[in-house]
């Protein structure tokens, strides 16, 4: 299927290794776009685990629209975000997107089966995105786990002004970068309510500096 000129929200990079898919560079604009463009502007970044059921909408190589096949977390973000411009009553700027980051990038929705296919990989192929300087980073990757904590130590070098997570169990955003022993609340079931003014407020500072 080609996308054509038809606008998208949802875009990545697709790689195949052997007989597993891995899905990088992943973006969600807030408004669709037809084509990426090196001058769209990169609001902030999420980290989440890994890339779920979302695969290739074509067969082109680059950039491509991603087709979700029920992947639920991609339009989450887009609607948080979405929300967070509306509380402090300003549209988003024009071809701009959240970038997505994860722990590792092969596409499986079960995660147990997802890392036992990332072991026979002789090394991580990480996303060149993660070398970026973000305004922020915010962390959803859930709680500890003996499974994942080994991946997320890298992402303590990640570069950006401001980084944060919401807390499970305290219930209250954190203004720090999550460590392995945080529970950085996913967005699956989210309460959107808790993380909307943490947001807003960030994009309104952008939006000062941008037009101010």
Known sequence: MS?????????AKFRKYGDDLFRYDTR????????IDDRDSCLGAIVGKNPGSAK???GARGMQPISLDGDKCLPIIK?????????INSPPPPNSYIQVLNLFYLCEPKLSVAIN?????????KCPAEKRIFPWIWYVWGGPSPLLNPYKKRFRKLNATNHFYLDKHAAKVIAMPASTSDFAKHTQGLKHELV?????????????QAYG
Do not use: E
Request: proline share 8%; charged share 20%; glycine share 2%.
């Open 3 to 11: 996308a054509g000129n038809i606008p998208h929200a949802y875009w």
């Open 28 to 35: 969600v604009y807030l408004t669709p776009v037809a084509r």
């Open 56 to 58: 290739p909408l074509t």
């Open 79 to 87: 609607s948080i975000i979405l929300k967070s411009y509306r509380q």
């Open 117 to 125: 296919k990332l072991k026979t990989h002789n090394r991580m192929r």
């Open 196 to 208: 909307l003014p943490h947001i807003a407020a960030l994009l309104k500072s952008r939006t000062i």
